[in-house]
Every structure is written in structure tokens, then in C-alpha cells.
């Protein structure tokens, strides 16, 4: 609730965005698009806290690992001397509990290494496993495009027959014919020269713009008319497609490009029905899952490490001081005239906020406010006025003659 916290706190977190990265080589928003774009592709990653050294320069001593799913082996299965489970590289407690995962100290396949079972046990309080639960008890992701991917293979199979057949009919561009049993002189008819013996007594002409050849009494040429693709190659491909969309929970038009046939309403319902899908994983995945507990680790480290005196109260409930609002990118308007008096109309109805319609944006009202008063101020001070200013209250609305409040 103190302001002057907040903007400190927010400050410090900005700061060590920058070098969050147990690498060195990423900002944390570039981890978490890395996280994202893993769990996209293999169903699941991992991201471990490393813990700092004060000598290592950090003001908050801790920095986050991405690590892929392959680490973390699905084949490792055991039962340890304590009674634990450990069930595809995740290890259980006697309740059910994650109490630990096993990574590979190195990447399997790597031709450097040679120990295969060279595992790390790491304990469960300091990794997030982002991964996608569809199933209740599911302990490991399942790839996002897994049940799209062997009709995607089959249509690429097809794809590249189709491109072979009309290669193999444009290897022939024509062939010249002789009347039947016109032996000539046994010269050929085009060159004037014996027939090549590795090409039997079919010389074989290469065409270019404006070639001419002459051809022997009797002889003709046929140019060759190659078959083309079949009429209903293009539904088909598409027909494919739209399958593997579904799979993939991807609108066709968004994954193909192909707007052919939409008007703005169509796709503006298209659009927000896959913003939904998006925002779920937003929401539940990324905020709640990944986010969150990232917070979590940071908040407890700047108190621990001294970085801001610790609170009385965050010892007995930490809870309130990790309370976070996580607001993610905006999403551009469709139609940014409509889509602007439309939440002008719903803010003076009173059924949302000026501060929810920001959020949507990905902007942070408290923010939007003090640069206003900030381009206010400034444009007073040189003397400016703009139709645009927000400086200026509205007029009050007198109420009508027996009208009730």
C-alpha cells in the first residue's frame, strides 16, 4: 500500500531483469519467451533458482536456469532408501508430494560426455516444471503439436509427390517422330552425325530462344504436354490444413495467413475466440506457474540479503507483500475506431474501469496518470494548450428538474 515501496521495489526488480539469466546472456523477459516457446515445443521445461555469491555482484542474489525437458529424464524410475518415488525423473514423497527432480549434469547426446547416468538431484522448492496439466495426476507436458504432427508428415509426403510428378512431366519438352520404317541414311536427322552410342540413335536437342533445327523429310515434332496438378489439389491442402489447426488450437487463418473470404466481423470473432484460448495459457501458465513463483524466490532474497529492511509483518504473513498483479502484453486493436468509443462507452456505463481498459493494453495506469500530469505540467508551464490535454475536468452535468439520484 505505501507508494514509495512499491517504486522502490519496482526499481529493484527492473534492475535485476537485466541479469536474471544464470548464463549471463539473457534478460528475464527473454527467459520467459525462451520457457514459452519450450513448452510450445517439447509440453514442458524447467527453470531452476541458483542461488549467488555476494562477491558475485548482484544486489538480489539469485538468478533463474532454463532448462530443457530432455534434462530431466522420463525413462529414470526408482525407488529410494528413504521410500521416496522417483516416476520419470521427478521424485515423490509417500503422500504424493514432488519433493525432487533429476537432471543430467549434460545434454544426452552429447559425444562429450560419456556417463550416462551422471544425475543432479535437485529439491522441488527450487524449480518450476511449466508445463500444461490436462490431466488430473499428469506428471510430465505433452508436446503442443503431437497430434497434429503425423498428419502434417503425410501432407508434407504428399506435397513433395505432387512437386516430383510435375518435375518428372517437364523433363521432356518435345520429341521429334519419323514415319515408320523410314531408316534415312542412319545419320541423325538434326545433327548430321552418326547416332551417339550412349544415347542409342536418340539425340536428345537442348532448346534456347530462338533455336532452330532442320528436321528430315517426314519428320515431325510433338511437343510434350505434361500432366497438371490435380484440380483438387488446392482444397485438399487446405482441407489439411484447417485438420491440423484444429489439432494445433490455431485458427487456419492465423496459422496460413489465408484471409480469403473474411470480412472484419468473421474475423473478429475468429480473433477473439483464439485470444481466449491465449489468454488462458497467459494467465494460468506463464502468470501463475512461472511469474509468480519467480516473484516468490525474488521477494524472499531482498529481504534475506538485506537489500530493504524486512517488514514485521512478512515474517508472520508473507502473503500480502508478494501479492502481485501480472499484466501482460496488450493486444492490438482490431478496429481501433470501434474499439476505442466502445470502451468509452463501457467506462461512463460504469461496467468496467479506466484501469481495467489499460491493463488490457498492458499499460499500467498509475503510470499513464503521472506522465499526463507530467505532459500537463510542461505544456502549461510553456504556454501550450491541446484539444487533447487531460488537465481539464469535464464540466459537471446539472441534473434534470425531478430527476431522482
Not at 516468490?296 to 502473503?319: C, H, K, R
Request: with cysteine; proline share 7%.
Amino acid at each position: 500500500e505505501d507508494p514509495d515501496f512499491r517504486r522502490a521495489l519496482q526499481r529493484l526488480w527492473t534492475q535485476w531483469t537485466e541479469k536474471s539469466d544464470a548464463g549471463g546472456r539473457h534478460p528475464w523477459y527473454d527467459q520467459q519467451w525462451q520457457a514459452v516457446w519450450s513448452w510450445l515445443e517439447a509440453g514442458e521445461v524447467f527453470l531452476r533458482l541458483r542461488k549467488r555469491l555476494p562477491s558475485d555482484g548482484l544486489r538480489v542474489p539469485i538468478q533463474i536456469q532454463v532448462i530443457e525437458a530432455e534434462l530431466c529424464p522420463h525413462t529414470y524410475n526408482a525407488v529410494r532408501p528413504n521410500g521416496n518415488k522417483v516416476r520419470a525423473g521427478i521424485e515423490f514423497d509417500r503422500i504424493g508430494r514432488r519433493v525432487a527432480y533429476w537432471f543430467y549434469s549434460f545434454r544426452p547426446g552429447d559425444p562429450n560426455e560419456w556417463d550416462i547416468n551422471d544425475f543432479r538431484r535437485v529439491p522441488a522448492k527450487w524449480v518450476i516444471h511449466l508445463f500444461d496439466e490436462v490431466r488430473p495426476g499428469q506428471i510430465r507436458g505433452i508436446p503442443h503439436l503431437t497430434q497434429g504432427l503425423i498428419r502434417l508428415h503425410e501432407l508434407d509426403k504428399y506435397d513433395d509427390a505432387t512437386l516430383l510428378r510435375q518435375q518428372i512431366g517437364n523433363l521432356y519438352a518435345m520429341f521429334i517422330t519419323q514415319p515408320a520404317g523410314d531408316l534415312s541414311s542412319g545419320l541423325n536427322p538434326v545433327t548430321g552425325l552418326a547416332p551417339d552410342a550412349t544415347r542409342g540413335d536418340r539425340d536428345v536437342i537442348g532448346l534456347e530462344p530462338g533455336i532452330s533445327h532442320e528436321l528430315a523429310p517426314g519428320e515431325d515434332l510433338k511437343f510434350s504436354d505434361p500432366p497438371d496438378p490435380p484440380s483438387t489439389y488446392p482444397d485438399f491442402i487446405k482441407q489439411q490444413l484447417m485438420s491440423f489447426a484444429s489439432a494445433a488450437r490455431v485458427p487456419y487463418e492465423v496459422l496460413t495467413g489465408d484471409m480469403r473470404g473474411l470480412n472484419d466481423r468473421v474475423m473478429r470473432v475468429i480473433l477473439h475466440e483464439f485470444r481466449r484460448r491465449i489468454q488462458a495459457w497467459q494467465h494460468n501458465l506463464v502468470a501463475d506457474q512461472l511469474c509468480q513463483t519467480v516473484w516468490n524466490w525474488w521477494m524472499d532474497q531482498v529481504f534475506v540479503s538485506g537489500v530493504l529492511p524486512i517488514p514485521e509483518a512478512y515474517t508472520e504473513d508473507p502473503a500480502p507483500w508478494t501479492e502481485v498483479k501480472w499484466v501482460p502484453q496488450g493486444w492490438p486493436y482490431i478496429h481501433p475506431v470501434q474499439d476505442v468509443v466502445a470502451a468509452e462507452k463501457a467506462i461512463k456505463a460504469g461496467f468496467t474501469s479506466r484501469s481495467a481498459i489499460v491493463s488490457e493494453q498492458g499499460e499500467d495506469a498509475e503510470v499513464i496518470d503521472e506522465e499526463q500530469a507530467a505532459d500537463n505540467a510542461r505544456a502549461a508551464e510553456m504556454g501550450l494548450a491541446y484539444e487533447t490535454s487531460t488537465g481539464r475536468a469535464s464540466a459537471a452535468v446539472p441534473a434534470t428538474e425531478g430527476a431522482t439520484a
